[in-house]
Each structure stands twice: as C-alpha cells, then as structure tokens.
C-alpha cells in the first residue's frame, strides 16, 4: 500500500462545475496536509494546506480533512480551463525527528470549455 | 526575489556514468530538499539538507547521494547510471518552520541512454 494514494485521471470536468481530488493516507500519525498543482512541463506550485479536521476555504479551493477517514480532498468551485493540471496531494510524516513530505502520484484533471 | 536554481536543465549520460546536479535555494532558505519524478512512481523524496547536514533520506540506493554548502547551495550525485534513473530531479528549498511549504525549481532532466 503506498503512502499516500490518489486517483491518477483524467477527471474531466465542464467549465463552471465542481471538481472534486480525493487523497488517502496510510500513516495515522500525519498531521498536516498539502495540496500542489502542477502544470504541464512546469515544477509543482503549493495551492493549500490543512491541518485540522475540518474544512478550509481559500477563493474557489476548499481542502477537506477527516483524520478517523485518513482522507483529504480538495474542492475546486467554478473550475476554468487554466485549472487543468495535475494536483498533487503530500502528507507530512515525522522521521528521525525531522519533517519530510511524501507525495501522491498526482490527479489529473482536465477542465473543457 | 530570486527563485530555486537548478543546473543543468537538460542532460543526457550513458549507462555507468555518474552525473552531479545543483540546486541554489531562495535566498534566506536554509533547508533543500530533492525529489525524483517519474510518470510511474510520481515524486519520490530523495534527501533533505539543512545547515550542511542531512537530515532525511529516501529509499534510494547508495548511488545517490548528496551534499550542501555552507551557503545553502547543494548538490546531487547519482553514480553508476541506470537506465531506470531516467528522470526529472527537482531541488525545493524551505524557509519556514512549516514543513510541507516548499519551492521547487524548474528541475533538471536526465535521460539515461
């Protein structure tokens, strides 16, 4: 079972809807979230981080978190074509004493006029 | 404000050569971390720097290695090339406590022939 696991995509979502990335993770013990978007040919950009259970909003993203679930989303209102990226959900996790960030394979969505 | 530099960003190397990367941080960040991106295995955590001293490592072999200077700037090696470690390496420093909040540079892309 890897870390931290997403669905790969493509979603594919109409210009104005909703798009909604899901994460899960396998450590319990993580205790902050992130979530990066990255473009086509481009380096990974951090949009979002969550650390309580809950919901966070931020313009049009929210980030949802369940700690008993071990699951994190990402919600993307009114979602336009400059969305389109591959979103990246990473998971902090505690070694040696030190924070490193483990991330998952990424999601890709497609957001069509 | 200058972003995280990465050098070369293209190269191209024979099996059983061995290859040295750089990554110079955003000024002020003393904290480098690097990752290796494929399409199938996504970002994987290869090691973090901080103050000159490994603080993490990934699950990688041997043949990769690396180091920071004094001045935050730090480099990669991987030796004995494989194939498989066809790739692109992003270098991503930090400035802040937090960890999860990272910049990445544009990557350097190795292509094993």
């Known amino acids: 079972q890897k870390e931290v696991e997403q669905n790969s995509g493509p979603l594919s979502v109409p210009e104005g809807a909703i798009a909604s990335l899901n994460c899960t993770y396998s450590d319990r013990g993580s205790q902050s979230f992130f979530w990066y978007r990255q473009y086509s040919g481009k380096s990974p950009e951090l949009i979002m981080f969550?650390?309580?259970?809950g919901d966070k909003e931020d313009g049009r993203f929210t980030a949802q978190l369940n700690k008993a679930s071990q699951y994190v989303s990402l919600l993307i209102r009114d979602s336009q074509p400059s969305d389109s990226a591959t979103y990246l959900c990473a998971v902090n996790r505690v070694s040696g004493g030190y924070n490193k960030l483990i991330f998952g394979a990424g999601t890709r969505l497609a957001v069509h006029p | 404000k200058a972003g995280v530099t990465q050098t070369p960003r293209y190269l191209i190397k024979t099996r059983g050569q061995q290859v040295t990367l750089s990554c110079s941080p955003i000024?002020?960040?003393?904290?480098v971390s690097w990752y290796q991106q494929t399409p199938g295995q996504g970002l994987q955590f290869l090691f973090e720097y901080f103050s000159e001293t490994q603080r993490n490592k990934g699950n990688f072999p041997g043949r990769f290695s690396g180091r920071q200077f004094s001045n935050s700037r730090s480099e990669m090696n991987v030796s004995t090339l494989e194939l498989g470690d066809s790739a692109l390496y992003l270098c991503?420093?930090?400035?802040?406590?937090?960890?999860?909040?990272?910049?990445f540079g544009e990557g350097s892309r190795l292509t094993v022939l």
């Open positions: 969550i650390y309580s259970n």
């Open positions: 000024s002020g960040h003393r904290s």
């Open positions: 991503a420093s930090s400035g802040t406590s937090q960890a999860g909040e990272l910049f």
